[in-house]
């Protein structure tokens, strides 16, 4: 099946430190990537949607210069949580998917503790 | 709007048993996508199927099986002969087409199933 790696699996950083996450799909080309938040025993949030070479797209709530996403390449996301503080501590899981009809491939998700 | 709504919060089995997990979905769309998620203890989620709105047929891998129907909304799933490694919040979700051309999932609030041994 397919792979989406995610890394790293945890951090745990002070406040003020800023934090990147990146998501890599292994043995396929993602059209398009996706980043969640996942508060505990809660579904899933969206974040933002990337498409590769272009802006990521923000739900509403969102801060984009909070959370900025890079999409370099067909296999290669980034996240980076800027000047982080204890609220944004969470659990951050990435997806990726080879075309509109395909599933999204998760990662293994990004445990944030930020003190 | 579309919404996905998962009614059972939690649902605790005893091994062996045939536990069933309820999905109801509103869309306006006339394509469109369905999906199971299972997220185990570890966190991550894993694939278990996808079905488009089209294709009404039954679907059986080993010990899952997935109902969809159409007329209410429903996209069901099954497991048979429930194990303890099938301990794990279930998600289930739909995919809608957004105004600038990519599709997104709308999640449901998932459903944490206990097997007990």
């Known amino acids: 099946g397919a792979v989406v790696s995610q890394h790293p699996s945890r951090v745990i950083c002070k406040s003020g430190t800023s934090v990147k996450i990146e998501c890599r799909s292994l043995d396929f080309q993602a059209t398009t990537m996706f980043w969640y938040r996942q508060f505990p025993k809660k579904s899933l949030m969206l974040m933002a949607t990337s498409n590769e070479g272009s802006k990521a797209t923000y739900e509403q709530g969102v801060e984009k210069d909070k959370f900025l996403i890079n999409h370099a390449s067909l296999t290669l996301s980034t996240l980076t949580v800027t000047s982080a503080h204890p609220e944004d501590s969470s659990f951050y899981i990435c997806?990726?998917?080879?075309?509109?009809?395909?599933?999204?491939?998760f990662g293994d998700g990004t445990r944030l503790s930020i003190l | 709007a579309q919404k996905v709504t998962q009614a059972q919060t939690e649902i605790s089995v005893v091994e062996k048993e045939d536990v069933t997990l309820d999905c109801v979905y509103e869309?306006?769309?006339?394509?469109?996508?369905l999906f199971w998620y299972k997220q185990p203890p570890s966190g991550e989620l894993v694939f278990l199927i996808r079905r488009n709105s089209f294709d009404e047929q039954n679907e059986i891998s080993g010990r899952y099986s997935w109902n969809f129907q159409k007329s209410t909304s429903s996209f069901n799933f099954t497991i048979t002969a429930s194990q303890v490694v099938d301990s794990a919040v279930y998600f289930c979700?739909?995919?809608?087409?957004?105004?600038?051309?990519?599709?997104?999932?709308?999640f449901g609030t998932g459903t944490r199933l206990k097997v007990l041994a």
């Open positions: 869309t306006r769309d006339t394509t469109y996508y």
């Open positions: 997806s990726a998917q080879r075309a509109y009809n395909q599933p999204q491939h």
């Open positions: 979700a739909l995919s809608e087409v957004t105004t600038s051309g990519t599709y997104k999932y709308i």
